[in-house]
Each structure stands twice: as C-alpha cells, then as structure tokens.
C-alpha cells in the first residue's frame, strides 16, 4: 500500500486497484457466511496450485445497501486478493449454490485499520 502508516497514527493512505476473488452472500452474516466461505478459500488455495504460490492475505468485505434492510435480506461481498494477471479461477469450489467470481475492487483513499496506541 503507497504511503505505509506507523500503527496507531491515524492517517490516509491510497490503496490500488486490486484484482479480487469474490463470493456473494445473502441473508443474516451471522448464519450465511459460514456456509460460503469454505468456497472461497478452497477456490483461492486452488489457484495457487495453478498461478504459483502468493500470499492468502486478510479476507475482506463489502455491504452495499444494507442500512434499512433486515438482516435477513443482507447482501455481503466477501472477498480475497489474487494475483493481478489472474484472468481464471479454477474449479475448486465443492459448495453448492456457491459461485466464486473475479473482480477488480477500486479502493482510492481510506483510512486503514491500524491499532490504536494506549493513552
């Protein structure tokens, strides 16, 4: 990420445009998301067979929409990084219903998690 920030110093950084294996999930996170997962990972662990070994970085997500919804009509995005020139995913997932799907996730400015120092 251009513009690393110390832990605990709030800050902006600007993060890249990233190439993303994602899965899409409906419904309560709490129940639903456990179900899906494993079709993400075994289809990221799968590529690395495939493209050559990367780092399996921190999974990540996206709510779109869901400020005056149930959370039974929830809609996630979960995702995890791939290698940029990845133009295939393979056919890893054994999770029915589950449908992993490739992406390019624009980022710009954020503010990242860093911890926070004691006061």
């Known amino acids: 990420m251009a513009g690393r920030l110390k832990p605990g110093i ?7 445009r990233q190439r993303m294996a994602v899965i899409r999930v409906e419904g ?4 639903e998301s456990q179900k ?8 990221v662990y799968g ?3 495939t493209a050559g070994k990367f780092k399996v970085e921190k999974l ?5 929409g869901i400020k005056k919804l ?3 009509k929830w809609v996630g995005l979960y995702a995890l990084p791939v290698p940029d020139n ?3 995913l393979p056919s890893q997932n054994k999770v029915p219903g589950a449908e992993v799907k490739l ?17």
Do not use: F, H
């Open 70 to 72: 149930p959370k039974t």
């Open 10 to 16: 709030p800050g902006i950084a600007n993060r890249p």
């Open 47 to 49: 590529l690395r067979k």
């Open 103 to 119: 992406e390019d996730w624009d980022y710009g400015e954020v503010a990242p998690n860093t911890p926070r120092r004691p006061l």
């Open 36 to 43: 899906y997962l494993p079709a993400l990972y075994s289809t």
């Open 86 to 88: 990845t133009d295939k």
């Open 28 to 31: 309560d996170p709490n129940t």
């Open 60 to 64: 990540r997500a996206r709510w779109p």
